[in-house]
């Protein structure tokens, strides 16, 4: 079993990563180009495509734990505080890959080992923003969102009240949208922040969101993309959700990689103009 160690995990020391030392730790986040959101998936696929069996068996071996834990009562319910601790396994994996040019499979429970309750906090927060979205879309859209939906999954539905309620309904869809990139903001760079440089909960949930409000048109570009490009990968039978699943979750750690290290020369010239 590697320890933090022998994967550098401990890149906080001095704000110095240690697998590239010309490299800084920005401790709120840079804003870059909103063009580097092609970036951000162009080096997720580079390294999807340097080992593509790996990834694509450690995807496997998710969906198997995911579908187990859906069957069994009551744990099913609570399997959402772990998605922060899974994400921190693939995070740690692109992380090694990037340091030794491969991963081990078994870093997908590295979260379990290191670091879970802190990456269960970001879970729990996750699922809290988005319960909060479910609420007040109920509340702000009213019963006409919930007769909507009924109408809309019978078998005969009435289409003056479907069409009496859309309006409720697209009301209801937009406020959990809006909650929803709410928690993405608050939680999409915790786990790494937690899991490589050792953040605790409130910092790495602040810096995330520090960073996120910096990047927030390159962002709305990164999920664009991926969402086509997810929606596209679907068409082929869903087979190629095996490449593009991967690449979602590695782009956690390019985005993070992006966002929170820069060159020394990059942080002393922004010191200058400072």
Not at 35 to 50: E, Q, V
Not at 127 to 150: H, M, N, R, S, Y
Not at 205 to 211: H, N, P, T, Y
Not at 215 to 239: A, D, R
Request: cysteine-free; overall charge neutral.
């Amino acid at each position: 079993m590697m320890d933090n160690q022998e994967i550098d995990l401990n890149s906080r020391e001095n704000g110095v990563s240690l697998a590239k030392e010309t490299e800084v730790f920005i401790r709120e986040g840079q804003a870059v180009g909103a063009g580097d959101a092609t970036k951000w998936i162009g080096n997720a696929w580079a390294m999807f495509k340097a080992q593509p069996l790996q990834w694509i068996l450690m995807l496997i071996v998710y969906i198997a734990i995911i579908s187990v834990i859906s069957f069994i009562p009551f744990i099913s319910l609570f399997s959402g505080l772990f998605s922060s601790v899974f994400v921190a396994g693939y995070i740690t994996a692109a992380h090694q890959q990037r340091i030794t040019g491969n991963f081990r499979i078994e870093l997908l429970f590295y979260g379990f080992k290191n670091k879970l309750g802190s990456l269960v906090a970001v879970g729990a927060l996750n699922i809290g923003i988005i319960t909060l979205g479910v609420i007040a879309a109920l509340i702000i859209a009213g019963f006409g969102a919930l007769d909507f939906f009924v109408a809309s999954q019978s078998g005969n539905p009435d289409p003056v009240l479907m069409l009496a309620n859309l309006p409720s309904f697209m009301w209801a869809i937009i406020i959990l949208s809006i909650f929803s990139m709410v928690a993405s903001a608050f939680v999409w760079f915790a786990p790494a922040l937690i899991i490589i440089n050792d953040m605790k909960f409130g910092e790495a949930i602040s810096m995330s969101l520090s960073a996120v409000k910096k990047n927030l048109f390159g962002g709305f570009l990164f999920f664009f993309m991926m969402g086509v490009l997810m929606f596209i990968s679907m068409i082929p039978i869903f087979l190629g959700l095996l490449v593009t699943i991967p690449m979602m979750m590695i782009s956690y750690y390019t985005t993070y990689r992006s966002i929170f290290y820069a060159s020394k020369e990059v942080s002393n010239k922004e010191k200058m103009i400072v």
